[in-house]
Structures are given as C-alpha cells and as structure tokens.
C-alpha cells in the first residue's frame, strides 16, 4: 500500500530527542520504603542505614510528576515526546493502545542520586491492519541518566511503544449512540477467561456452583489468584477448598467509561475479601453502582452467560440484618 502523503512529515520526526525531563527527588530512602510498602516487596533489602538502593522496577517513578499531569521540576522540557501521535490524531488516527513496555536496567540507584530523562521517536511502522482498525506502530525510548560531577550516566531504559489507529469500527454519531449500542450489546458476549492447568479447577468449580480456593498441601496456605507453586513454602502440591461465598467488599471501582458491550453501565466491580481470607475481584450484582460501600457484606452467586458458555462467580450484598459489618 502507498504511503499517505501526509505520513511524510511525521516520518520526520523518527530519531528526534525530546528534553530532560528532571525527578522532582533525588533518590530517598522515604520513597523506596512507600513503593515497597504498595507493592509488597520487603523495604529493608533496600533501605539499611548507610546502603539504600531503589529497586530497579522503581526506575520510572523517580521522574513523574504527581497528581498534576505534566507539572514537572524547573528546567524540564515543554515540548511534548508525542507529538507524532499528535499529528496522527489530526489524520483522523484517533485511537490509541498501549503494546509493548520493556524496562531494562544498568546498575543499582543509591541514595541521593538525581535522575532525568530524554525521549526518543524510535521508530515508526509501515501501515498495519489489526482486529482493530488501520494504523501505525510507534516506538519511544525513554533514557534515564544520573547527574554525576565527571559526566552523567545512563542507568537505564524504558521503551514504550503503542499502536495508533484509526479504530475499524469508529464510534457512532450521538443520536444513534443508544441504539447502536443496544445492537452492539445484542450480539456481544462476555469474554471468555484465559484457562490453564492452574486455574481450571476454578472455572470447573463456578460451573458445577462452587467457589473453590487453591491450598498449598505443604504448608496450608490458600491462595488465590491461582499458580503453579506457593510463595510461602516454594510446594508445587496442592489441592482446593470450597469458600462459603461469604465475604465483603475490600475495595472497588464503578466503571463509567468506556462502555463496553455487553455490560451495562455504570459497572461496579469489588475486590471481595473472603472469609477464608483470599481476595477475589468479581462484578457486583443486585446493587445501585452509587450504593457499594467498603465493608459491605456479599454472597456469591454463579450466572450462566451466553446459552452456558461462561458461568461466573458474582457478588450481591446481603442484607443488613445479617451483614458481618452491620
Ligand atoms: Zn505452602
């Protein structure tokens, strides 16, 4: 297929560096702690007096710039590292999907180091066609560097590279918004969940209307989401519970947008923590999205969807009377 003329200037741009962006910290004891507290990683291989490191998976997270979208430290750039998808979405490109985020890295972090980073347009594919729509893929490299007195030092890189398209079916015109969706809801069905060795005692389970939790035969642990081996006692042997279905909701979301067919809108979604202890995230039934509360007592049913291709695992809230909070 020929090039489109206008891909001539935005081709341009491929190997064009985008400015320092600088970390707003040096690299702090502080910040190490709080990642590895969110993220579940013990902080005290990192942060002994006299010898922290940052895990290197925190390499991205010393130059972000907060809450405030593109508030970034004094002597940043302001030229925008996406200005080719920039130029796409002004070709009628309007959607966007993440495809690839590669992190490598190059040495340890020490305390009191101070990062920035530089953006480079990579590269640009030819013309592709996927499931969905027509577009292009581009690749960004994004290099992070350590100011150091004898020469900065690059520590490491993150490539990032996103599909830009124009989507295969573009949305509808407003005024036919409901009743395309009505459609599109009508003939679309759930997603079928990804089945393996080690989860589908689960789905089995949901289809004979049992909620079941995976144990470790060595040490009793339950875990869930299900896996190959236990992270306490390293046993591949294990065998399964059955929940009660009795739990409560640990956190949640209500999804507003985009509205995805078949699902209705607004679609709140809970992290239910079960008795047992395990905690698993389920669609949230027989309740207003603007009603869930945290601590909110729920019981699991099983819905079949789609003629009985997919049965899952729903949550509904219990009444008060018998709610573990009320
Ligand atoms: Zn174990």
Not at 10 to 30: F, H, M, Q, S, T
Request: aromatic share 10%.
């Amino acid at each position: 297929m020929a090039e489109h003329e206008w891909m001539n200037d935005i081709r341009a741009l491929v190997g064009k560096e985008y400015g320092r962006v600088y970390a707003w910290d040096k690299v702090n004891a502080p910040m190490i702690r709080q990642w590895c507290e969110v993220m579940g990683v013990d902080a005290a291989r990192y942060t002994a007096e006299g010898a922290v490191t940052a895990p290197p998976a925190m390499l991205q997270v010393w130059c972000m710039e907060g809450l405030t979208a593109n508030n970034y430290p004094p002597g940043s750039t302001t030229d925008n590292p996406y200005e080719a998808l920039k130029l796409m979405e002004a070709q009628g490109l309007a959607s966007v999907v993440a495809v690839n985020s590669e992190l490598s890295f190059g040495r340890d972090l020490r305390e009191g180091e101070r990062l920035y980073y530089t953006t480079r347009l990579d590269s640009i594919s030819a013309e592709k066609t996927t499931a969905l729509g027509t577009g292009y893929f581009v690749t960004l490299v994004m290099t992070f560097c350590s100011e150091q007195p004898q020469g900065d030092e690059e520590v490491g890189q993150l490539l990032f590279r996103v599909f830009k398209f124009r989507a295969a079916n573009p949305a509808q015109p407003a005024d036919d918004k409901a009743s395309a969706a009505a459609r599109a809801s009508a003939a679309a069905k759930r997603p079928q969940p990804g089945i393996s060795d080690d989860t589908r005692f689960f789905w089995e389970g949901a289809r004979a209307g049992r909620l079941l939790i995976q144990r470790c035969k060595g040490c009793g642990l339950l875990r869930h989401p299900p896996g190959p081996v236990c992270s306490q006692c390293h046993s591949f042997e294990w065998d399964t519970v059955q929940a009660s279905g009795r739990g409560t909701v640990y956190s949640f979301v209500v999804m507003h947008y985009p509205e995805v067919a078949p699902f209705d809108h607004p679609n709140p979604i809970a992290l239910i923590a079960l008795e047992e202890g395990t905690r698993l995230v389920s669609q949230l039934v027989g309740v207003q999205p603007g009603q869930v509360r945290i601590g909110q007592a729920v019981q699991v049913e099983f819905n079949s969807f789609d003629d009985g291709e997919l049965v899952l695992p729903q949550f509904r809230p219990v009444a008060a009377a018998e709610g573990v909070n009320a």
